[in-house]
């Protein structure tokens, strides 16, 4: 049957495969791949020593830290908040629902810049949230984790969302006829259920946040070694017109999104695999 | 979709399941409602505020302040530019969308799936190093730096730099969002069609098309949404010419560092009114989708 199947699809009748594989490889090739090759060549011309002085000055050093631990903080505040938000949009009735669920969306649409001035004003010390706090928000690196966690929350709630809304009751009702009660549910039945959805929504999050710039940049204060995060270091090497010290941190950043993007599918491929095991 | 959870207590047991209220099978109302105004609480901080902020801050010198604002050259010449944009690279990305979407969906080939995740390459990578590859290219150092400059094309620091600077930002939003769709739909009713004698493009465009069009209108409207907001891409290889090279993302930036927050929101709040529309058409596309 499969083979028939696979014999079937190779000797298919539709039209334009040459054309179209043509013209997204072309088309790949002139927006992605080369101009994306260029930073390993011009990262390939420098010598390995100028290399490995620009992307370990203390200040780039600083800058990766807060970045990532930054972009870590918005990802699990997103994991908790984006869960609840998702769990009462599926299984709670309430006025206003509709709107509440369309707004979610607004970090996808809302430009990034438009956020980070929004968010830079309110969080400020005389803003309108800001001044109800002791301690600064904006110009720390709590501002940086606010800015984050916006541009994050839609990746969470849209990713738990519909794994939600397509579990079945049976298995709670399942759960509830041999005596668990509704915590005990919750934890050994649902969330389990949700667990490959809640990593995939945190490392779209926290991939996004790692390289986040626009909204970032106005609430952050870009102090060097304070509130400067990774993309902003490039951002200062290219208005001095030091494009070789721009490309090696720039190869820093790419190697750890995909480091990062090959330990996510590890860790989705062990969940996956022991949560069907039955 | 959502089943009701809602206990009715005058119901009969044997009609509805959940008719006696059991604490087994859903939250007391205590923990419904903390939920919930945590939820709405964390909402409020996040997004809500924000964006009545913006509204409040543009509207806080009169209308008549907020409308030179609006209506200021230069910040007419950005909205120009950042329709041209949005005209150039939202339908680039429609056709490139479309032909990946059916070579990956409608053949099988060897490395496909590299292919998909070379599409969403670009979602991975940081906007700033999107900036800067386009630099490296076409910069005065860069790669073609020499040959453009001897054949007096410029491309960074102009309008094409821009241009394709959101091309590759905004590459897989089109082809994403069809490949699920179009795979779930399968290749049965193009066989039909291309089998009764009707050619490729008449195929295309009267099966394949009608199939699609709500999913291709959800990825124009994000590819849109991303279009008009780039910022950090567009910052690197715009040159911040005023009223030359300015989109209004780089427009809203240098009011704001000017100290000029009356007019950064004014123009900022024109740009969530385009937000709020493409969440309603998306909402609105939602729920024809779910209706077909």
């Not at chain 2, 009713?189 to 195929?203: D, H, N, Q, R, V």
């Not at chain 2, 989109?247 to 709040?269: D, G, K, R, W």
Request: with cysteine; charged share 10%; hydrophobic share 55%.
């Amino acid at each position: 049957m499969e083979l028939t199947l696979k014999k079937r699809k190779r000797n298919t009748i539709i039209p334009g495969f040459s054309l179209t594989l043509g013209y997204t490889m072309l088309y790949l090739s002139i927006i992605v791949l080369l101009p994306l090759s260029m930073i390993f060549f011009n990262t390939f011309s420098m010598s390995w020593s100028e290399f490995f002085e620009t992307i370990s000055h203390p200040r780039a050093v600083a800058s990766y830290r807060l970045t990532l631990s930054t972009a870590l903080a918005a990802g699990l505040m997103n994991v908790v908040f984006g869960t609840i938000i998702a769990w009462v949009l599926v299984r709670y009735q309430f006025p206003g629902k509709r709107i509440v669920d369309g707004l979610v969306d607004l970090p996808f649409a809302l430009p990034t810049a438009v956020a980070g001035i929004a968010l830079a004003t309110l969080y400020a010390p005389n803003g309108w949230i800001g001044q109800f706090f002791d301690f600064k928000i904006a110009y720390t690196p709590l501002g940086i984790i606010i800015a984050l966690t916006f541009i994050g929350l839609p990746f969470v709630v849209r990713t738990v969302q519909p794994v939600l809304q397509n579990l079945g009751i049976e298995i709670e009702e399942a759960s509830a006829s041999l005596g668990a009660n509704r915590l005990q549910t919750f934890f050994k039945v649902i969330f389990p259920e949700l667990i490959p959805a809640v990593i995939t929504g945190f490392s779209l999050a926290f991939a996004r946040a790692l390289g986040e710039y626009g909204s970032v940049v106005f609430i952050a204060g870009n102090m060097p070694m304070e509130t400067e995060i990774t993309p902003l270091i490039i951002m200062t090497k290219l208005e001095q017109y030091d494009y070789a010290g721009a490309t090696a941190i720039a190869t820093v950043m790419l190697v750890a999104s995909f480091i990062f993007l090959l330990i996510i599918n590890i860790i989705q491929w062990y969940t996956n695999r022991k949560f069907n095991q039955f | 979709m959502t089943k009701s959870f809602e206990a009715q207590p005058e119901a009969p047991l044997t009609v509805n399941r959940t008719a006696t209220k059991s604490y087994a099978l859903q939250e007391s109302a205590l923990i419904k409602w903390t939920f919930i105004t945590i939820s709405l609480l964390f909402l409020s901080l996040f997004l809500i505020l924000p964006l009545v902020s913006i509204f409040v801050t543009a509207l806080e010198k009169g209308w008549e302040t907020y409308i030179a604002s609006i209506t200021h050259p230069d910040a007419l010449s950005a909205i120009k530019l950042t329709l041209t944009v949005v005209l150039i690279v939202v339908p680039l990305n429609a056709i490139f969308g479309i032909a990946a979407a059916w070579v990956i969906t409608k053949f099988s080939f060897k490395g496909k799936n590299l292919l998909i995740t070379l599409i969403d390459l670009p979602f991975a990578i940081s906007p700033v190093i999107a900036g800067l590859i386009f630099i490296l290219l076409f910069g005065a150092q860069g790669l073609f730096g020499e040959w453009l400059y001897q054949n007096d094309i410029q491309i960074v620091f102009a309008i094409p730099g821009i241009v394709i600077a959101t091309l590759f930002v905004t590459f897989p939003f089109v082809a994403r969002e069809l490949i699920p769709l179009m795979q779930m739909q399968g290749i049965t009713e193009e066989e039909a069609s291309i089998s009764l004698g009707a050619s490729g493009f008449k195929t295309f465009f009267l099966v394949t098309l009608p199939n699609i069009k709500w999913g291709l209108l959800y990825g124009l409207i994000l590819c849109n949404a991303r279009t008009i907001g780039e910022f950090g891409a567009v910052s690197v290889v715009s040159g911040h010419i005023r009223g030359m090279t300015n989109t209004m993302p780089l427009h809203i930036e240098i009011l704001y560092n000017e100290y000029q927050f009356t007019a950064a929101f004014a123009v900022a709040s024109l740009m969530s009114l385009l937000a709020i529309i493409t969440i309603v058409i998306k909402n609105f596309i939602e729920w024809k989708a779910e209706k077909s």
